[in-house]
């Protein structure tokens, strides 16, 4: 197990899923704590959000609240987490078509900068070839970032095929895995059916299994010995060293 790294150099993390609903949210949530229990300063980001209902006469960032919580944020600082916030439930690009405001992979970008020192957690939205705005997919705003990639994928029957197709794109784009987290495994799953092992396999990074109904403290503490060594700081002049 890789040790913990320094809280002084800045790095970061793009949380992405096979698809929408797989719990991406949860996961993110429970390596901002985890950074935050080591002492760096966490700087979430969840730069577009469509489905925001509305409160107090502006549309909410449920998922960006969540983060801004889990990194101890303030509910004013919410801003610095999600710049966009969009109220129909449908794909981001879509939904900012219908609301008159167009979005392009460079206003995520812009979004996403975080500040000298900080490590940024980003959460995309849907699977990892969902579209996010018109010139660009979750795999082209990761690429852009340069972040290593956490993939949260629902542990199930049939789930494995999405993964290794991510995992695929992910190779093809040059992007660095992080690790694997198959979420909500159901009660009344086969017994023999072991994704996680199948999955560890193939990959030479770490794989998780959560159950359905695992209490926060416990997620918490699975991620507890290594959600720092997810982190690698970009390059020198990579994509990622900017934003």
Not at 150 to 165: F, I, K, M, P, Q
């Amino acid at each position: 197990m890789k040790p913990l790294r320094s809280p002084r150099v800045g790095g970061g993390l793009f949380v992405t899923g096979t698809d929408t609903g797989v719990g991406k949210t949860f996961i993110a949530c429970a390596i901002a704590r985890n950074w935050r229990a080591i002492g760096v300063d966490v700087a979430p980001r969840k730069p577009v959000e469509s489905g925001c209902p509305e409160r107090d006469g502006h549309l909410f960032p449920a998922d960006a609240a969540l983060l801004a919580a889990a990194a101890g944020l303030p509910a004013s600082r919410i801003g610095e987490v999600n710049r966009y916030r969009l109220a129909e439930p449908l794909a981001p690009d879509l939904a900012a078509r219908l609301a008159g405001r167009p979005l392009h992979l460079a206003d995520l970008v812009t979004a996403c900068a975080r500040p000298e020192g900080a490590w940024r957690i980003t959460e995309g939205a849907g699977g990892f070839y969902s579209p996010m705005c018109e010139d660009g997919l979750n795999a082209d705003l990761a690429q852009a970032l340069g972040d290593p990639v956490l993939l949260v994928a629902e542990d199930r029957l049939g789930t494995l095929s999405g993964c290794l197709l991510a995992l695929e794109a992910l190779d093809r784009r040059g992007l660095t895995l992080a690790g694997i987290v198959l979420n909500r495994r159901r009660g009344d799953a086969h017994p023999a059916m072991d994704n996680r092992m199948t999955l560890a396999q193939r990959s030479s990074c770490p794989v998780w299994s959560i159950p359905e109904g695992a209490p926060q403290d416990e997620v918490d503490q699975m991620f507890s010995a290594s959600s720092s060594s997810m982190v690698s700081p970009p390059e020198p002049g990579s994509a990622g060293s900017n934003p």
